[in-house]
C-alpha cells in the first residue's frame, strides 16, 4: 500500500501535508534541489523530522508524493468540438509540460519514491481520467472512439517512453502525428 494512500483527509494530517509539500517547493525554488534535506523541510514546515519520517519513510518518497500532487491536472481538458481537435491539444499540451525539465525531474520523483508503483499508478490514472472526459465529450456527439487504453497505448505510452529516454525531437508534431495514427487520419 502506497504511503499516500494511508494518509487521511482533513484535520491536522492535510495540514502537516501542505506546509510540508509547500516547504519542498519553497526550498528547492530558492536554493535548488541539493538544499532539500529532511532537517531543513521539517525547520520550513514546522513539523519535526521524525513527522516526515513517520509519515513519508524518507525523502524519496516525500518527492515522490510532491511530484504525483504536481502531475495532478488542474483543470479538464479543452472542448475544441471535435474528438480529433480535443485529443491533439491534450497531447500536446501533456507533451509540453511532461517533457520540459521540470516535468521530467516531477515524473523521476514520482518513480523513484515509488517501490510499490502506487504513484506511478495514480499518474496513470490521471491522464486516464483527461482521456476519458475527451472520449466522453466525444461519444455525446455521436463521434466513434477508440476506449482508453487504446488511446494510453497508442498516444501516451509512446511519449512517456521518448520523454524518459529519447527526448530529443519531442514538440507538438510528434503529439499532431500520435493523433492522427491513433484515429487512422
Do not use: K
Not at 510532491?66 to 471535435?82: C, F, I, K, M
Not at 501516451?156 to 499532431?176: E, H, K, S
Amino acid at each position: 500500500m502506497s504511503r499516500r494512500a494511508m494518509v487521511r483527509p482533513g484535520g491536522r494530517s492535510a495540514r502537516v501535508q501542505e506546509s510540508v509539500h509547500t516547504a519542498v517547493r519553497e526550498l528547492e525554488a530558492e536554493a535548488g534541489r541539493e538544499a532539500l534535506t529532511v532537517p531543513r523541510i521539517a525547520t520550513r514546515a514546522g513539523v519535526t523530522p521524525s513527522t516526515i519520517y513517520r509519515r513519508w519513510g524518507d525523502l524519496h518518497r516525500l518527492l515522490s508524493d510532491v511530484a504525483v500532487e504536481h502531475l495532478q491536472p488542474e483543470s479538464p481538458p479543452q472542448d475544441r468540438g471535435g474528438l480529433a481537435a480535443d485529443l491533439e491539444v491534450w497531447a500536446e499540451q501533456f507533451l509540453d509540460e511532461m517533457s520540459s525539465l521540470p516535468g521530467r525531474a516531477y515524473i523521476r520523483d514520482a518513480l523513484l519514491g515509488d517501490p510499490d508503483g502506487g504513484n506511478a499508478g495514480q499518474c496513470s490514472a490521471y491522464a486516464a481520467g483527461q482521456i476519458e472526459v475527451i472520449l466522453a465529450r466525444a461519444t455525446e456527439r455521436g463521434e466513434r472512439t477508440p476506449d482508453v487504453e487504446t488511446v494510453l497505448d497508442r498516444l501516451v505510452a509512446p511519449m512517456m517512453y521518448r520523454i524518459l529516454f529519447r527526448p530529443g525531437g519531442l514538440g507538438p508534431d510528434y503529439a499532431r502525428r500520435l493523433t492522427a495514427g491513433l484515429l487512422g487520419r
